[in-house]
């Protein structure tokens, strides 16, 4: 069964003080690795996708990375409006079911 | 272009009454996809739909009903609501499974 994990579950940070979040899964043969954020009463919204290994993507103050069992997005020098949920979703090579972590709570402030 | 359009975006109902969830997209995107939120537990997969006449169950499917006659809409339907069912209901699209699209949540309470 496939099965996402994120930690932390809340994360609290000051303005300018990078961190990681971590997304580990388990899953027969990754077709992809997704992050989303989202916003308080709003759906999720597309960050990245990751297909391999060693990939990596940037957007902003975002990078997200991925291992084999793993990925990670860095936030460097995060400002206000980065606070969100950020969602970790994975999709099985010959599946077309989305499965997600349960999300980090990122709050960054001034 | 809209993009993933649900309605009603909030409904309180009785439980024991039915209701559909609208979604339609206008990306003529062939994937499209139901899930439910609850605090703590991220989103699950409640159906699925692959192509117009196509759909199949996720993981919570019980208590839904889905049908897609067009590429653009794939209504949710709650058959007889129960509390379990108060939830934020998110409806999804995609044309190559890359890059999902969500809308903006249906808030339902059945009291």
């Known amino acids: 069964e496939d099965q996402v994990t994120q930690s932390p579950e809340a994360l609290r940070l000051q303005e300018g003080e990078s961190s990681s979040l971590n997304c580990s899964y388990t899953?027969?043969?990754?077709?992809?690795l997704f992050w989303y954020r989202q916003d308080p009463g709003k759906g999720p919204e597309f960050l990245f996708t990751l297909y391999s290994a060693g990939e990596e993507k940037e957007k902003e103050r975002l990078k997200a990375t991925l291992t084999k069992k793993e990925s990670f997005l860095h936030i460097t020098a995060p400002k206000p409006e980065d606070s969100a949920t950020y969602l970790c979703a994975v999709l099985r090579e010959y599946g077309n079911k989305l499965v997600f972590g349960a999300g980090t709570i990122l709050r960054v402030k001034s | 272009n809209a993009g993933v359009t649900q309605t009603p975006k909030f409904q309180v109902l009785k439980t024991g009454q039915s209701m559909t969830l609208q979604c339609a997209q206008d990306?003529?995107?062939?994937?499209m996809s139901w899930y439910r939120q609850d605090p703590g537990m991220g989103l699950r997969l409640i159906h699925y739909s692959v192509g117009a006449g196509i759909t199949d169950q996720g993981e919570v499917p019980n208590g839904y009903n889905v049908s897609r006659s067009t590429t653009e809409d794939f209504p949710l339907r709650l058959l007889s609501a129960a509390p379990s069912q108060t939830s934020v209901y998110f409806c999804?699209?995609?044309?190559?499974?890359?890059?999902?699209?969500f809308g903006s949540g249906t808030r339902l309470t059945v009291v």
């Open positions: 899953v027969s043969g990754l077709r992809g």
């Open positions: 990306m003529n995107h062939e994937y």
């Open positions: 999804a699209s995609s044309q190559t499974r890359t890059g999902y699209t």
